[in-house]
Nanobody, 119 residues
Framework: QVQLVESGGGLVQAGGSLRLSCTAS????????MGWFRQAPGKEREFVAA????????AYADSVKGRFTISRDNAKNTVYLQMNSLKPEDTAVYYC????????????WGQGTQVTVSS
């Protein structure tokens, strides 16, 4: 079992920045690829970014490419999402998720952190 706790959400003006953190406990963090997802009111949850176990490869949704950066620190059991040039359409609850080696889906999810971007 892996427990994930997100932090760093809040209210920011358009054009501003936030950094989200997700700290894991319970298992060896470096055995898990990590992802960030978000869900806006009335919409389905969508993929935002992902990072491999070593941190050597990343992937992003087109809507955040060039503005968001995912990174991880395996020594701190933490994955980050640096969000720059925020837009009102980035407003959502942001979730981190963990995918074990060889798994096809994300097996563990955090409780989410609210990000609100005002225009």
């Amino acid at each position: 079992q892996v427990q994930l706790v997100e932090s760093g959400g809040g209210l920011v003006q358009a054009g501003g920045s936030l950094r989200l953190s997700c700290t894991a406990s319970g298992r060896t963090f470096s055995n898990y690829a990590m992802g960030w997802f978000r869900q806006a009111p009335g919409k389905e949850r969508e993929f935002v970014a992902a990072i491999t176990r070593s941190g050597g490869n990343t992937a992003y949704a087109d809507s955040v490419k060039g503005r968001f950066t995912i990174s991880r620190d395996n020594a701190k059991n933490t994955v980050y999402l640096q969000m720059n040039s925020l837009k009102p359409e980035d407003t959502a609850v942001y979730y981190c998720a963990a995918q074990y080696i060889g798994a096809r889906t994300y097996d563990y999810w955090g409780q989410g952190t609210q990000v609100t971007v005002s225009s």
